[in-house]
């Protein structure tokens, strides 16, 4: 299963779409897409995606990595935080 980045990667050259691309065409077309943001399955739409990336063009593929990638990590770490963790920060900060 594709996911993070190269499942971007692909809604763009599923579209038939060449880089540079910018985060407004991707969200005027798809704006409602799932994006899988890790192995587990986790998922994200993806103007939330981009909106959280603040993120205007992508130059390449390895741009749109580069770019993508930490905030799909961020995004997956935050989501395998069990209950004792969310409790914790919650009560604890």
Not at 48 to 58: G, K, P, S, T
């Amino acid at each position: 299963m594709t996911h993070g980045p190269d499942a971007v990667h692909e809604l763009i050259t599923e579209a038939g779409w060449s880089y540079p691309v910018t985060s407004r065409r991707l969200e005027e077309r798809q704006p409602m897409a799932n994006i899988v943001i890790d192995e587990d399955g986790n998922s994200m739409m993806l103007s939330e995606l981009l909106h959280r990336a603040d993120v205007q063009r992508f130059e390449s593929h390895e741009d749109l990595r580069d770019k993508l990638g930490p905030v799909c990590e961020a995004e997956s770490k935050a989501r395998r935080t069990g209950i004792v963790g969310k409790l914790k920060k919650t009560f604890l900060g």
